[in-house]
């Protein structure tokens, strides 16, 4: 593929710029349906289309747009970085008064200080604050590794690791502080962190603290009915949302997770409650989508509404690749996953998730597709399924024994399959 024309990186920035971190999904879409005529910079998009094609669009680095948006970025707003690092003071100073009384409080401050501090310098070197704000939004250690690179010294290399432990200790100090009133958010917090960074055995420890300190905590109950399911233990996940529902009777987490390891005809019930309940609720409409027993068009229309309702529903994006396939559109299907995977990196809780759809998509053929998508950066976060993907065709790739033990657990599950 030759470089790009100014023309094309205008085009591509605009698209990126409108539809935020899942815009690839989002140019796929428009190419696999015709759809993209109505776009700015049309002729251009579809000129990519047509001598690139998705696997180019795909492999696409997120460092050559940005490169360019540097390039092409607006003149500086001095009235708005004041503004900006006049709040992060406010924040900072905030921080600093409450970390010995209200330590959860001081460490979310604290990260807005950091935030809009970093965003200030940024806007200074060229950064426009519509680029910040879709492209950075709030990762510190993005907006950081900008500023370094831009100029910003003086600082430990070590410190978005730092920050990301800072933050979670003053969490669990606040949880310390917090057990002997009853108070479960603090707890439920780390807990939610916790099952991000993968950790579901600490966060159930931590999930039975809180509900020994205040045993009518819904959310809590949610959250460990929500790990049971997903470790596959049914009766355990069953006993945790029944007693979420006993407390709250009208809890769509609560209805719809109970209703995912539910009989059809169980889960329609639990279903039609949730929707009464709170009808606009994308998680009510992904469970509609779930039941086995509608027809698929159906259940693609209602995976796909939820996700417009909410662009952040990746479990949406998981259910609907594997549908997509199976109706035949490959560039939806793996649209949706190049979507999904960078968002693992945060919420690895998703990863197996991952694993058995993009599994389902190579028995059908698309183990090739999968391995394009794998080979980008974020695909590091999923390495033991792309190794297994080349084991699968003959392929020897050298790595780690750690990850190569992992790799051959999920080429035993894709042949078992398909046996």
């Not at 500086?76 to 924040?91: H, R, S």
């Not at 993968?198 to 045993?215: H, I, P």
């Not at 769509?252 to 059809?264: D, E, F, H, Q």
Request: contains cysteine.
């Amino acid at each position: 593929m030759r470089d790009l024309h100014d023309e094309e990186l205008r085009a591509l920035l605009a698209f990126r710029q409108r539809h935020g971190r899942c815009w690839k999904a989002a140019l796929l879409l428009r190419w696999s349906a015709g759809t993209d005529a109505d776009e700015p910079g049309s002729p251009h998009l579809r000129h990519l289309r047509n001598i690139g094609g998705p696997r180019w669009l795909i492999g696409l680095s997120a460092a050559t747009l940005d490169d360019a948006a540097r390039r092409f970025a607006g003149n500086v707003d001095p009235v708005l970085i004041d503004i900006f690092m006049e709040n992060a003071t406010g924040f900072a100073r905030g921080a600093s008064a409450s970390v010995g009384i209200a330590p959860a409080s001081a460490a979310h401050s604290l990260a807005i200080a950091i935030e809009l501090s970093l965003k200030a310098y940024l806007m200074k070197a060229g950064y426009a604050d519509d680029w910040n704000r879709v492209h950075i939004r709030h990762d510190l250690e993005k907006a950081l590794a900008l500023a370094t690179e831009a100029g910003l010294s003086g600082l430990p290399l070590e410190l978005p690791d730092l920050t990301d432990a800072e933050a979670e200790s003053a969490l669990r100090k606040a949880v310390e502080a917090v057990l002997e009133s009853g108070a479960c958010g603090p707890m439920r917090e780390v807990a939610e962190l916790l099952v991000h960074h993968g950790d579901d055995d600490d966060a159930l420890g931590l999930l039975d603290q809180a509900l020994t300190a205040n045993e009518d905590c819904y959310c809590s109950l949610v959250l460990q009915g929500d790990i049971a399911a997903r470790r596959h233990n049914e009766d355990g996940a069953r006993k945790h949302f029944e007693a979420a529902l006993a407390l709250n009777d009208i809890g769509v987490s609560a209805l719809t997770g109970l209703a995912r390891i539910s009989t059809p005809f169980d889960a329609q019930a639990l279903i039609g409650r949730a929707m009464e309940a709170d009808p606009d609720n994308p998680k009510c409409l992904l469970a509609r989508a779930q039941l086995t027993n509608r027809e698929l068009q159906s259940r693609i229309e209602d995976g796909s509404e939820a996700l417009k309702r909410d662009p952040d529903l990746t479990e949406a994006r998981l259910f609907l690749a594997p549908l997509e396939a199976k109706r035949g559109d490959i560039q939806a299907a793996i649209a949706h996953l190049s979507a999904a995977l960078p968002e693992l990196e945060t919420r690895r809780e998703l990863i197996p998730s991952f694993v058995d759809t993009s599994l389902e998509l190579a028995r059908v053929g698309f183990s090739a597709e999968l391995s394009t998508l794998l080979e980008s950066e974020e695909g590091r976060t999923v390495e033991p399924l792309s190794v297994a993907l080349k084991l699968d065709r003959g392929e020897t790739p050298a790595v780690a024994k750690e990850i190569r033990e992992v790799a051959l657990d999920i080429l035993e599950q894709l042949h078992a399959t398909k046996r």
